[in-house]
């Protein structure tokens, strides 16, 4: 039994094991303020009878301070005050009336509060976390932590814009309904998206005047109607391919070139709506009303030809002249049913001053110098060049998302889809399998059907029978993109569905307006296999070019009566019109399927591996020797020139020249053919 002591405090805490400063908050409260003892005016001593109940004390709830405070189940209550967007004296007045008692551990204080305006509180809260967010109730920034979907800077401003549902109950704090929020983040990130406005540049149309605007608008609703406008002996095509799309071309072309010729009547030499470093400055000086549309001239022309390349007056040409042609053609029908002469002398002055305008366009490519006229250099691959492409893509560093760039290449070199097109290549375009990939034969061959509404001028589909075959190794690399894509997009989006190359993985129906082939511009030094000029003019639509020249400038071995068959396969594939004779047109029988994929299989169905490419070239009988330093034997070199002339010549006839008579035309086609069959004759011979 201990002897009852009298210690000062100091003494006592020591004896304790508690710091000076906790013993003496803990000394004054009950029940161990009863072990004080007064002596004289101002000092306190201790009974050291208290020593081992307040030991005992401190020991059992410092450890559950410390045990609730490092749970992950628990928040201390000043880290929850933010959570519920609440000041720490508004929860701790809750609490107190009994608030959140259904969810808090209280533990005693061992030590004053560090603020003073929370002096008299005696304890700690802690809040249990499954109650606290029940129902699935979290913070803005726990569930950007929980989802790829989006990131927790962008969900913050969507709350900031109060775009995000909160239920009542919870409407002044930072607490949020999870399952809520992510279901409908797909669709809130297409409606943000939509409504935020282009960053690119300003909005050439929504520069000009009123009147501008409804002459503009006037047009592009009257073509969308499939309104024919016949003026001067031209007349516009009544039906519009991809309407929606060309008529916003339309309407971007038309305002950005009244937006010149406004700028020079104003004196402002730079085009500073679509300059990036001025995106959002509107010179001063520009003034649209200095500008009435049928108010033209030739010095508005001298303005645009001073700045733009011939080309690009050209092209600007064939986008001015229908709408003024359909300005003029009303306004001649307006001045024809008037009363008053003076009317129809106001058009013929303002159709003569449109007229003397639109006459110094360059009208066709022949007007234009061939010096101002740059043609650029096609560049016709190899398939080998084609995979090294593919990895030089892979391989760069600065894209954010090198396999997205890979298979666009892919699928350009090998089913032609057109750079314009890819934006609109849907997933579901291909035939897929129950998991939502693409499917294969038992050959391996996918299936691509292209609708016509995204062709080329809406009238270039796949084969209304065939369809397109997808290669196997292409395939291959769609299904791992699509697994990339797939595991990006998030469980709440359907798989096979959607754009196939979108601008936002999570985003399946929003389509990218287009596709900036940057990275083709990055590689361009690395094509060394290429001559200067060509390395210069290097473009994306490469893929495609190649795609047609592996299938028409291979000479198929394995069966030589497909060589014959591979225009018409070749046409199928880039889903062109077959070129075809009158008399083949009507008189002959289109390839068979079985033809269409054997020319397939022999031209572009090769691996997409540099090593495997050898063995398969080796194999078809297209590479004589797996070493790439061995030279190939000159008889055989000879012998693939001969027939590579002949394959070339016979592509030049294939329908009959103008120079030639039907019988010249006959004659020279077979006696090719037999030259052909001789020199074939005598290599199967000699083997």
Known sequence: MIKQQVLTRRQAAFRSEIFP????????????????????????????????????????????FHYYNAHPDYLIAYQ?????????????????????????????????????????????????????????????????????????????????????????????????????????????????????????????FDLLSSEQQQLITKYLKYRENSGVTEYEGYRSSPSIANKKKTLETMKSKLSSTFILIISGRCGIEED????????????????????????????????????????????????????????????????????????????????????????????????????????????????????????????????????????????????????????????NHFKLNAEGFIDQDENGW???????PISKKGNSPSHRDFHTPVPKSTVNQLNQYLTRLYKRQGENNPRGQGYLFRPDYTLPNLQTKRIRFRFIERLRKRLDFLEENQRKDF????????????????????????????????????????????????????????????VLDATINFPWDLEKLVLWEIEKGYRISVNPIQKEPEENVEFQQQLRRIEEQLDVIVEKPKHMTELQWTKQRHMLLEQKNMILSQKRGGG
């Open 21 to 64: 400063n906790q013993f003496n908050y803990l000394i004054q409260q009950e029940p161990f303020s009863s072990y004080l003892i007064k002596d004289g005016e101002h000092e306190w001593l201790v009974n050291s009878e208290v020593i081992p109940i307040i030991k005992d004390y401190y020991t059992t709830h410092n450890h559950s």
């Open 80 to 204: 929850v005050a933010p959570i519920l967007n609440k000041t720490n004296m508004e929860l701790l007045s809750e609490i107190q009336k009994g608030t959140w008692d259904d969810m808090i551990v209280k533990v005693p204080r061992l030590a004053p509060p560090k603020v003073s305006y929370i002096a008299a509180e005696k304890f700690h809260y802690f809040f249990l976390k499954s109650e606290l967010f029940k129902n699935q109730y979290n913070t803005i920034e726990q569930i950007a932590l929980k989802t790829t979907l989006i990131s927790r800077t962008r969900l913050q401003e969507y709350r900031n814009l109060g775009l995000l549902p909160q239920p009542d109950h919870l409407k002044g704090t930072n607490l949020y309904n999870e399952k809520e929020i992510l279901e409908i983040l797909p669709k809130l990130k297409m409606e943000f998206k939509k409504q935020t406005p282009d960053s690119k540049n300003h909005n050439a």
């Open 272 to 427: 500073f709506h679509k300059n990036p470093l001025n995106r959002n400055k509107v010179p001063a000086a520009f003034n649209p009303e200095v500008f009435d549309v049928l108010n033209i001239s030739k010095d508005d022309y001298a303005f645009l030809a001073s700045n733009r390349a011939p080309m690009t007056l050209h092209q600007i040409y064939h986008k001015l002249r229908p709408f003024y042609y359909f300005l003029l053609e009303n306004f001649e029908e307006e001045a024809i049913e008037s009363d008053d002469l003076k009317d129809f002398r106001d058009f013929r002055r303002i159709a003569l001053r449109v007229k003397k305008f639109l006459q110094q366009f360059p009208h066709t490519i022949n007007e234009i110098n061939q010096s101002d006229y740059e043609q650029k250099t096609k560049s016709f691959l190899t398939r080998e060049q084609m995979i090294l492409i593919k990895q030089y893509i892979l391989e760069d560093v600065r894209t954010i998302d090198p396999i997205k760039n890979a298979t666009m290449w892919q699928v350009s070199c090998t089913i032609g889809v057109r750079p314009e097109e890819l934006p609109q290549l849907k997933i």
């Open 446 to 452: 996918g299936n691509l059907m292209l609708p016509a």
């Open 539 to 598: 473009i994306f639509k490469a893929s495609r070019h190649s795609l047609n020249n592996t299938i028409m400038r291979t000479f198929i071995t394995e069966d030589h009566s497909l060589n014959e068959a591979k225009r018409t396969a070749s046409d199928h594939q880039l889903r062109h019109k077959p070129t075809k004779t009158v008399g083949e047109e009507y008189y002959l029988d289109d390839i068979t399927k079985e033809q269409y994929y054997q």
